[in-house]
């Protein structure tokens, strides 16, 4: 298939030439990258497409077509480069929340106090982290049945459960400390 005649101009770098791409497609793609919203607040839609249009322009040079067959090559892109972009959140995410989970943690013969108390050791894990350790020690699935529940590789299911039980052994001692000295 051969180039139309904006395609071989984008390829040379005339400004006019991506210009016309830009406006063909920037603000559509936009739109479908809201609506493909990641779970990180800090990278937007705009962000993605950004990122987009600079692979684009890395790799126009292996693109063959007319530039109304552009959109089709540029959404690609964008699907991957969000796909990545909520990837690398979900490898980042490790902010404790506010609330733990309401149901008995601490095992079936644990007082109220017991529970609470794990409870408030879990909210001080990561999402990511408490679902690991829920997998691998409490449900008591291997590393690589996790991994598949959970969408990650086992790797990081073995990196997620270690700094986790790393954390909670450290605020264990720290709560024991505490409480013994009250």
């Known amino acids: ?15 006019d030439a991506w210009r016309a791409l830009y406006r063909a497609h920037a603000g559509r793609l936009v ?14 839609a705009e962000d993605v497409a950004a990122q987009t249009w600079l692979t684009a322009a890395e790799k126009v040079a292996d693109y063959e077509g007319t530039a109304e067959e552009f959109g089709g090559w540029l959404f ?3 699907r991957r480069v969000a796909a990545n972009s909520r990837r690398r959140s979900g490898r980042r995410r490790t902010e404790p929340v506010a609330e733990a989970p309401s149901t008995a ?6 007082t109220i106090a017991e529970q609470d108390w794990v409870r408030d050791l879990l909210a001080g894990l990561s999402p990511r982290e408490r ?15 996790a991994a598949k529940a959970l969408g990650m590789s086992q790797v990081a299911v073995r990196v997620a459960r270690h700094r ?4 909670l ?9 505490a409480t013994s000295l009250a």
């Open 1 to 15: 298939m051969r180039d139309d005649a904006v395609v071989a101009a984008a390829k040379r770098g005339d400004q």
């Open 31 to 44: 739109v479908w990258l809201e609506t493909r919203a990641g779970n990180d607040s800090a990278v937007t």
């Open 76 to 78: 690609g892109i964008a």
């Open 105 to 110: 943690v601490a095992g079936p013969d644990a």
């Open 131 to 145: 679902d690991v350790v829920a997998c691998v020690d409490v449900v008591g699935l291997s590393a690589e049945d």
């Open 164 to 167: 986790a039980l790393r954390r």
């Open 169 to 177: 052994r450290s605020d264990a001692r720290t709560s024991l400390l």
